[in-house]
């Protein structure tokens, strides 16, 4: 069941959102270990080559 995009305050407008969407993007590739990775993150697997 998805929400009301009235019922997301945090989805205030489209600016808000893609600073939302980036962060997560940037956690996902920079930060957060993938298992499917050993345990790397997508970046420093990219940048090994």
Do not use: C, F
Request: positive net charge.
């Amino acid at each position: 069941m998805q929400l009301p995009v009235r019922s997301r305050p945090w989805l205030v407008n489209p600016r808000d959102a893609r600073r939302g969407i980036n962060n997560y993007l940037n956690l996902y590739n920079h930060e957060r270990p993938h298992q499917s990775l050993g345990y790397q993150t997508p970046v420093s697997v990219y940048h090994r080559g």
